[in-house]
C-alpha cells in the first residue's frame, strides 16, 4: 500500500542543504525575517527562546528538534529582554564558521546545530501547507543524530555527497513528522493520517492514481457515508478529497513532464485522464498553461 507522507516528501525532492553551529551568551536576540525555505536545528546543549510568527512561544531545551517547512519570520533568544538583532536571510551573506549572538568571549549558554535546505518541487508551496508551521519534538535523539550526520556531510566532499544529503533531509522530514502527534496537528496530511479511516482512503488514492475516484468510492473505502466522509476529510486535510486528489495528480503530472519524455497520453493515463484531451484541459485550468508548453517552458529553463 503507498505511504502518502514519504511520496509528498520525495515529490518535495529537498537539495542544496546548508548548516552551521549557533551559539549565544549572556543577552542576546536575533529576529530572522521571512525566509520560505525548509529549516531546522537541534539544540546540543543549553535553552533559549524560539517565538515564530503565528505560533506561541516555545523554550528549546537540550535534545530538542525544530522544523519549520517554509521558515516564516521568527525571533531565537536568550531569556534576559533585548531589542533583537534584525536579519534578512535572503540578502544576508552564508556565514563561513559557526555563529555566536551575544557575548563573543562568554562560555555559551546555548549550543544548536541549524540549517536549511530548498525544494525543487514546482509545487512546494501546497505540498508544504499540507504540514504544520512549526515541528517541535522534545528529547529528540534520533533526528540530533541525523542533525549531526547532515553536518558532517555538508562540510565535507566526499563522492556522493549530493545523494547521501538529499537521502539524508528525506529521512530527517519523515521522522519529525511522523514525530508530531497528527491528532494535534493543524488541517493537513498529519492530522488526515492519523485518522484511520481517511489514512486508508488516502493510501488507496495515492496507491493508484490512475483509477477514476468519486467521493462516494473513497467514501466507501474509509467506511463511511459520503456526507460523512467529505465533511470530516475536508476538516482534517484541509481540502475537499477531489480538490486533494487533484492536486496531488497534478503535481505528479508536472514531475512526469519534467523528469521524463513519455507521450501526453502516457502522462494522462498515469493521472488518471482517459483522454490527452481531458488531461491537458484540466492541466490547462489548474496550471494555467498546456502540458506540452509547460514541459517546454521548463527545458528552456533548464537548458544550458
Known amino acids: 500500500m503507498a505511504d502518502p507522507l514519504s511520496e509528498v516528501i520525495a515529490q518535495l525532492r529537498p537539495h542544496a542543504v546548508f548548516s552551521k553551529g ?3 551568551a549572556g543577552r542576546w536576540g536575533v529576529r530572522y525575517g521571512e525566509f520560505g525555505h525548509p529549516s531546522f536545528c537541534a539544540v546540543l546543549e543549553g535553552s533559549c527562546l524560539l517565538a515564530v510568527d503565528g505560533q506561541a512561544p516555545v523554550t528549546l531545551g537540550m535534545g530538542d528538534f525544530v522544523l519549520m517547512p517554509a521558515t516564516p519570520g521568527f525571533t531565537l533568544s536568550g531569556f534576559e529582554p533585548i531589542t533583537p538583532q534584525l536579519i534578512d536571510p535572503k540578502t544576508a551573506p552564508q556565514p563561513t564558521e559557526d555563529v555566536r549572538h551575544g557575548d563573543q568571549e562568554a562560555v555559551a549558554d ?3 546545530l541549524g540549517g536549511y535546505f530548498v525544494f525543487d518541487s514546482p509545487d512546494a508551496s501546497l505540498l508544504v501547507s499540507l504540514f504544520p508551521a512549526l515541528v ?8 540530533s543524530t541525523l542533525v549531526h550526520l547532515v553536518s558532517d556531510e555538508e562540510k565535507a566532499q566526499r563522492a556522493g555527497r549530493d545523494l ?3 537521502r539524508l533531509v528525506e529521512v530527517l522530514l519523515v521522522e519529525a513528522l511522523r514525530a508530531t502527534p497528527g491528532e494535534q496537528a493543524p488541517p493537513g496530511l498529519l492530522r488526515g493520517l492519523a485518522d484511520s ?3 486508508t ?3 488507496e488514492m495515492h496507491a493508484d492514481l490512475a483509477h477514476s475516484w468519486t467521493v462516494e468510492q473513497l467514501a466507501n473505502k474509509a467506511a463511511l457515508s459520503r456526507s460523512a466522509f467529505f465533511e470530516r476529510f475536508t476538516r482534517a486535510v484541509g481540502l475537499a478529497p477531489m480538490e486533494y486528489l487533484l492536486a496531488w495528480r497534478m503535481a505528479v503530472a508536472k514531475d512526469l513532464l519534467r523528469r521524463t519524455d513519455l507521450a501526453l497520453a502516457e502522462v494522462a493515463e498515469r493521472v488518471g485522464y482517459g483522454s490527452s484531451s481531458a488531461f491537458s484541459t484540466a ?3 489548474y496550471v494555467g498553461m498546456p502540458p506540452g508548453r509547460y514541459a517546454l517552458t521548463f527545458a528552456q529553463r533548464t537548458s544550458p
Not at 136 to 143: D, F, I, K, S
Open 164 to 166: 547521501v544529503l538529499t
Open 136 to 143: 517541535h519534538v522534545q528529547g529528540a535523539e534520533r533526528l
Open 283 to 285: 492541466f490547462s485550468r
Open 201 to 203: 482512503a488516502m493510501r
Open 110 to 112: 546555548v549550543r544548536l
Open 22 to 24: 549557533i551559539s549565544g
Open 197 to 199: 479511516r481517511l489514512a
